[in-house]
């Protein structure tokens, strides 16, 4: 991965801003003002670079350093857990392809540890497999190699403010009862779903999200936008969360989740929820 380094000029990455020597050691943090971008809590926006190339590692703290963020490096498994024992942070940048060990293993710690954003980056734009496989996994974003740093600092502030907007969402009135549809059972107030053969089936935040905007409006074709607005996920160009949502989504109510039937696409619109729905 160390030709990305070398070879930034002709691959497209923007200039090293402020060039120099390496950056500070991994384990610790590095910062270039007391004005460094707060999130809602006050806390200090802190940005865990994970990269094996130093020539990237440089570039990418150097760059979110001048847009007043803080910045941490680690090349691997180790130093990456080093830094979540010292002082989680706010969002991790993790390149897939890192040497000897496998960046979707590292994804699969860092969600074992945490639910901290992730920006994976990808080698090359036939790669479509690692960016698939890294966004189930539960990856927040991606960005392809060759990429700008201008991107990625937007995809950052991106992933960050959906973040922020989550934590701030008002709890859904929880006495609206219990809800079927083919077979399927949704209880609200204690918000378990349930099979047709009365198994509990575990959704994550996002995805119950998800099914409660598909039931409030079955049988109605639905906007990708609309789905955004109605799961209080912040609409940007870059966000993809939707599609990833409705691909785990149909995996846990479809017999078949590549020809849907309860979550079916409609062309040119969004997506539309088959099944009617009794409210109880």
Not at 67 to 96: K, R, T, W, Y
Not at 113 to 126: E, K, L, N, Y
């Amino acid at each position: 991965m160390g030709s990305y380094g070398r070879h930034q000029a002709a691959t497209g990455y923007l200039p090293d801003p402020l060039g120099g020597g390496l950056p500070r050691p991994s384990s610790e943090i590095t910062s270039r003002s007391d004005q460094d971008m707060n999130d809602e809590t006050g806390q200090s926006i802190r940005i865990l670079v994970v990269d094996d190339d130093p020539a990237m590692q440089r570039m990418i703290v150097n760059y979110l350093q001048e847009h007043d963020m803080q910045a941490a490096v680690a090349s691997g498994q180790q130093e990456v857990i080093e830094q979540f024992a010292q002082n989680e942070p706010s969002l991790v940048i993790l390149d897939l392809r890192l040497g000897q060990e496998d960046g979707l293993d590292l994804l699969r710690e860092i969600r074992s540890r945490s639910d901290i954003p992730v920006i994976i980056a990808t080698g090359h734009r036939r790669d479509e497999i690692d960016r698939v496989v890294g966004l189930e996994l539960g990856a927040d974003d991606y960005v392809t190699k060759p990429f700008s740093l201008r991107e990625l600092l937007a995809r950052v502030r991106a992933v960050l403010r959906r973040r922020e907007a989550g934590r701030n969402l008002p709890q859904r009135d929880p006495a609206r009862g219990r809800c079927r549809f083919g077979g399927w059972q949704l209880d609200r107030r204690s918000r378990r779903l349930t099979d047709p053969e009365g198994t509990p089936v575990a959704l994550t935040k996002g995805e119950y999200a998800l099914l409660l905007a598909f039931l409030e409006a079955p049988q109605r074709p639905l906007t990708r936008e609309h789905l955004l607005q109605a799961t209080r996920v912040h609409e940007d160009i870059f966000d993809r969360s939707i599609d990833v949502q409705i691909l785990r989504l149909r995996r846990k109510l479809e017999p078949d989740p590549n020809a849907p039937r309860v979550i079916q696409t409609e062309r040119g619109i969004g997506y539309v929820f088959a099944l009617s729905v009794e409210q109880l």
